[in-house]
């Protein structure tokens, strides 16, 4: 086997080598089925008991309170941009998008085109590199707030849910879920992509408030309203079972490290770290406002796109792939998911360390 690499990819993004290793064990037989999960019928019992299992890990790490349904659906986090105003706004209700980077813009596209949308604030006045205030904002006229809880292009992130006083807030958690605590009772909505910090690419986690699940227009194609899923159990048609039984590896290991206590503990020292070598390098200099760093993509320039060209090669050579920075920042990105371990952190500074002395 070739070297493994680590992957500073913002997503589909490195899985723990633990999980991956437990994959790979349980490929050909999962425990005495004599089959992969890949192959079992998702009406099967052994399927039920995994689909079930992942359900009860998630609600025990995130702290789901019983009265919101998880599902487990497909269509990306891109499809949420569309499902949840159909499902929610009716007629004449408007929803409002706390504008902080591409994704933020593509939930106010996607709602654009089912129903009414305003921009409750925006930081498209310094490209995306704050995270704009809302404390002040009247939001009373709006069905539901939608925000980002960490813009993965440009490595901001909310340090705690927006400060507005909404009963139906959404959030679109996909590239920052399980990475810190977060007090789910205080949305109406979550959702995320898996394949961040969750798991792989097929699965999306919608977590949803049950009397969110009523409103609903009956005559909404049956697939695209939630109740649909949620009265199957996320079982309404083929599931994403393999994708979903990654999702439950990746919460084990959490599990295992002592949940998202822990795992919070060990990103803001992954964070700290390189943020910090960054600030201090008279180097390198990060593209986002100090207050809202992002904990997960950390994004930063050298004085020169060339020298940044070099350095994105330099990375390349030593192993250290993916940290090319999105067009629209420049520069480098490098995604330290949950699975990023701290020594991937240290081969990134000492690659750093380098350059800066062959360039300085
Ligand atoms: C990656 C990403 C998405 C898009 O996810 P898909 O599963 O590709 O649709 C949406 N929102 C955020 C914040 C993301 O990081």
Redesign the pocket.
């Known amino acids: 086997m070739s070297q493994r690499v680590y992957n500073f990819s913002?997503?589909p993004a490195m899985l723990p080598l633990a999980v991956l290793e437990r994959a790979q064990k349980e490929l050909l037989s999962h425990g005495d089925s004599g089959q992969s999960v890949m192959e079992m019928s998702h009406r099967s019992s052994e399927y039920e008991a995994i689909h079930f299992k992942v359900e009860k890990d998630l609600r025990e790490l995130l702290n789901i309170p019983e009265n919101y349904t998880v599902l487990f659906l497909q269509g990306?986090?891109?499809?949420q941009f569309h499902m949840i105003p159909l499902n929610i706004l009716k007629q004449g209700e408007k929803a409002a998008v706390i504008v902080t980077g591409n994704?933020a813009k593509?939930a106010l596209a996607g709602i654009k085109e089912v129903g009414l949308v305003d921009v409750l604030a925006s930081s498209e006045d310094k490209n995306f590199s704050y995270v704009p205030k809302v404390a002040d904002k009247d939001v009373s006229a709006y069905k539901y707030v939608h925000y980002?809880s960490?813009?993965?292009i440009y490595g901001t992130r909310e340090t705690s849910i927006p400060p507005i006083n909404h009963p139906l807030i959404v959030s679109?958690m996909?590239?920052d879920i399980l990475s810190r605590e977060i007090d789910v009772s205080k949305h109406g909505i979550i959702f995320a992509?898996a394949?961040?910090n969750m798991g792989i690419?097929g699965l999306?986690v919608v977590i949803i408030r049950n009397d969110l699940l009523d409103l609903v227009d009956p005559s909404t194609p049956e697939f695209l309203k939630f109740s649909t899923h949620a009265k199957a159990q996320s079982l309404f048609n083929t599931a994403p079972t393999y994708a979903i039984y990654m999702a439950g590896l990746v919460l084990e290991w959490i599990k295992d490290l002592g949940g998202l206590k822990a795992m919070e503990a060990l990103n803001k020292a992954k964070a700290d770290r390189l943020y910090n070598y960054l600030d201090a390098s008279n180097f390198y200099e990060t593209t986002a406002a100090k207050e809202d760093r992002s904990w997960m993509n950390v994004t930063f320039k050298t004085s020169s796109e060339d020298l940044d060209k070099a350095l994105v090669k330099k990375c390349d050579a030593a192993g250290l792939v993916n940290t090319k920075g999105y067009r629209t920042v420049g520069g480098l990105r490098c995604s330290i998911y949950n699975a990023m371990p701290m020594e991937g952190i240290e081969a990134l500074i000492e690659v750093l360390e380098q350059f800066k002395k062959e360039n300085a």
């Not at 990306?76 to 499809?79: D, E, R, T």
């Open positions: 913002a997503g990306g986090a891109s499809l994704w593509k980002v960490n813009n993965t679109d996909s590239s992509g394949q961040k690419a999306t």
